[in-house]
């Protein structure tokens, strides 16, 4: 499957240089207009931002404001001042990280051990206390004093006191002892972590400062706790010296692991977003700007001179999108037509200029709020009128299609706000279903009327849903009043212009056309008579069947008043315009043909000088298709002989009919022209006759390019016997009436 979906991109791409030079263009044009709505809809915002910065340097802190200053989107930039004050904050919350080093304590209370295994031995030896003191220092030198280990011993409780001392010995160990540490005042709450050096089984906790011992202090601090809880003063001051004696710094302040930490926790903050929001003034003319004003004026312009990359790519992905949605939807099954380069150009020009317009509204800096939001902007762009033309240019269904299309066009103007969309899509309908029905060009100033009412109805429920307060309700009425005028106003004076520059057969041109006193159509009155009544019978037949069947009525009637153009120039050549014999008596059945077939390509010819619309243009194209010219056939089949005459040879060489009408016409061609040549006709003459000559066509293949079906030709058939028996209707032979004068003489 892949691979053929890429051989058929490949194949198209190789393609490409061979195709007809219109469809270069067309796929020029669509890329083009491809990229103008990328550019609009996300360069132009931001380009727009980035003149404005050439402009911020007006503002200058303390001094007053030039002009006023408003946000035109709603911009988030991150508040670098609130951000280092957050960044300051968790760094502070860390607690500092002290680390107990473990061979420290064991160190000393392996000493204190030893201490006690000594003191023990020399007491049990002898009770003098110069000679404990003696052995002692023999084996730790300088520990105790003479004078202290008398204290000890003068004490008494001795074996307590000394079990005292280790206890608390341990207990200061574990707590942390520090010294020469300046007082942290860098946290909050005086709390720090301490961790273990070397025994991972021990998690890291948090404890106060104030908990740590600090060497300085501690004999001091024991002291107190120990007389606090009642132990005697004097064996309080051995047990306090003793715990002194052995006590080191086992705790130390890391800085290094500190300042990490801090900068990992730093790392996971959340920068601070400040929001600018869309209409927000933000310097006020002629007020000092404050440093609140400077910082968000600041934030404004970094926004305004940074383009966003995701923005961009959004943007054309959503314009993609678009388009794709819009071959989708503007495919034949879909919409009923099939466009024509013409129209493609026309609805890729609808949206550029609406999407244009859009923008230029969008970027106004201007308070306009009516009903709040962004429902301004909507209700100033002309949608109706782009679809007004959409209705009538090409036809109703795909009318609704591009509105639909160039509303959804808006999001990306309005930070998605549904609302703009809303009312630009019900406008747009409005604006499709106005002009439906029209002919005349009287008709557009009837629609113009019941589009602005329907656009103010349309602007008061879209400021029901945004509970907009009843005081603005006439105001809202007002804008839809107005939009609805300028998008009739509008439609008036450019539609006469594209229908012009696009040849595009509208009911009112179809109208003007119609008119039986043309020059064109006068000049055949005057040099083809027969084919003047044969046309005006023929746009009654073709007008009739195509109402009947749900094609285009008015667009028959004009293509059947002008299929025949060709023959004004070579009247005297076609039976109903001959009165003194027949020229083809003289001429060769070749000759004859070439003669008759000429008629087409002349009225192709007339038509594109004078300028009719394309759909009349494929009518007198197409009314004879590619069919056999039977009566100079069976000519040369008599001459010649069936070996030496090719069909071909004597058939018209047009397309068969594509449209219904230009099939329909083709049928009311031979039915009217056939039908002269029926005697004594009636209704069930007429309808064994146009059903055979319908029959005909379809098995002569003249059909096969059309949309019509059985039924429709069973319905015309009934449509062209009802206005044929019209025409043969009996009359009474009316006696005639002898004058007085008569009367007299006979008598």
């Known amino acids: 499957m892949k691979r053929k979906i890429s051989g058929k991109i490949i194949s198209s791409i190789r393609a490409f240089p061979s195709k007809p030079l219109g469809d270069k263009l067309l796929f020029f044009f669509i890329m083009a207009s491809f990229l103008t709505h990328v550019f609009l809809l ?34 988030t930039f991150i508040d670098e001042d609130a951000t280092t004050l957050r960044k300051e904050a968790v760094a502070g919350l860390i607690s500092p990280i002290f680390v107990i080093n473990g061979d420290i304590s064991q160190k000393s209370i392996h000493d204190f051990t030893d201490f006690l295994t000594s003191f023990a031995d020399a007491r049990t030896r002898s009770s003098s206390a110069e000679k404990i003191y003696l052995e002692i220092q023999a084996k730790q030198p300088g520990l105790f004093s003479q004078n202290q280990i008398g204290e000890i011993l003068d004490a008494g409780n001795v074996l307590p006191n000394l079990n ?19 007082p942290l005042t860098d946290s909050p709450h005086d709390t720090v972590e301490i961790i273990l050096a070397g025994d991972e089984s021990i998690n890291p906790f948090i404890a106060p400062y104030t908990s740590m011992v600090k060497l300085e202090s501690l004999r001091t601090d024991i002291l107190q706790s120990l007389t606090e809880r009642g132990i005697e003063e004097r064996n309080a001051q051995v047990i306090s010296d003793i715990v002194a004696t052995f006590a080191r710094e086992n705790a130390f302040y890391d800085v290094v692991l500190t300042e990490e930490r801090r900068k990992e926790a730093v790392k996971g903050v959340n920068p601070v977003i400040g929001a600018l929001i869309k209409g927000e003034r933000i310097a006020q003319s002629g007020v000092q700007v404050t440093e609140t004003n400077a910082k968000k004026i600041d934030a404004f312009g970094e926004y305004s001179t940074s383009i ?67 429902m301004p902007m909507a209700g100033f762009l002309p949608t109706a009128f782009m679809t007004m033309l959409a209705a009538i240019l090409i036809n109703q269904r ?10 959804l066009g808006l999001l990306p ?7 703009p969309t809303l009312f630009a899509f019900f406008s747009a309908v409005a604006g499709t279903v106005v002009v439906i029905g029209a002919q005349k060009r009287l008709d557009l100033i009837r629609a113009t009327v019941l589009l602005a ?35 009739g106003i509008l439609n008036l004076g450019l539609l006469p212009f594209l229908e012009h520059l696009l040849n595009v ?35 009654n037949l073709a007008e009739s069947a195509c109402r009947d069947i749900g094609a285009k009525p008015l667009l028959a009637r004009v293509g059947a008043y002008y299929h025949d153009i060709g023959k004004i120039d070579q009247a005297e050549y076609f039976v109903e315009n001959q009165t003194e014999g027949n020229k083809h008596d003289d001429l060769k059945p070749s000759l004859s043909v070439a003669v008759i077939k000429s008629h087409v390509k002349i009225g192709v010819e007339k038509a594109k000088e004078l300028g009719l619309p394309k759909d009349v243009l494929n009518i007198i194209a197409q009314h004879h298709g590619s069919g056999l010219i039977s009566y100079f056939y069976v000519q040369a089949l008599k001459d010649k002989g069936k070996n030496q005459v090719s069909p071909g040879d004597y058939s018209y060489s047009g397309t068969p009919p594509v449209s219904r009408e230009a099939a329909v016409i083709m049928l009311a061609d031979t039915v009217e022209a056939a039908s002269r040549t029926i005697k004594n006709p009636n209704v069930a003459k007429l309808e064994k006759f146009v059903w055979k000559t319908i029959i005909d066509k379809f098995t002569s293949q003249q059909m096969n390019n059309c949309d019509i079906t059985f039924r429709d030709l069973e319905i015309i058939k009934r449509s062209f016997v009802h206005i044929l028996a019209g025409n043969f209707h009996s009359r009474i032979d009316y006696p005639e009436v002898e004058t007085k004068g008569k009367q007299e003489k006979s008598g």
């Open 398 to 407: 795909s009318s609704i299609i591009i509105g639909l299309l160039i509303s």
């Open 505 to 539: 057969a509208t009911p009112f041109r179809l109208m003007e056309l119609s008119d039986l006193n043309s020059p064109i159509l006068k000049r055949m009155l005057t040099l083809a008579p027969g084919t003047y009544g044969h046309s005006v019978a023929v746009a």
């Open 308 to 374: 966003s990359l995701n923005m961009l790519f959004g943007t054309a992905l959503f314009v993609l999108i678009l388009y794709l949605l819009g071959f989708i939807l503007l495919s034949p099954p879909v919409s009923a037509a099939k466009l024509d380069r013409h129209q493609v150009y026309l609805i890729l020009g609808i949206a550029v200029i609406y999407s244009a317009l859009s923008v230029v509204l969008a970027q106004t800096t201007v308070p306009t709020t009516v009903l709040g939001l962004d």
């Open 413 to 419: 103007l309005t930070n998605m706000d549904p609302f």
């Open 164 to 182: 005292e001392s280790r206890i608390m010995l341990e207990s200061v160990f574990a707590s942390g002892v520090i010294s020469n540490v300046t």
């Open 453 to 487: 009412l329907a656009n103010s109805i349309i602007m008061a429920a879209m400021g029901v849903l945004q509970n907009v307060a009843i005081s603005l309700f006439l105001s809202s009425l007002a804008w839809g009043l107005v939009n609805g005028f300028v998008c």
């Open 42 to 75: 996300s360069f132009t915002p931001q380009f727009s931002a980035i003149f404005s910065k050439l402009r911020l340097s007006d503002f200058r802190t303390g001094e007053a404001a030039p002009r006023d200053l408003f946000v035109d989107k709603d911009i």
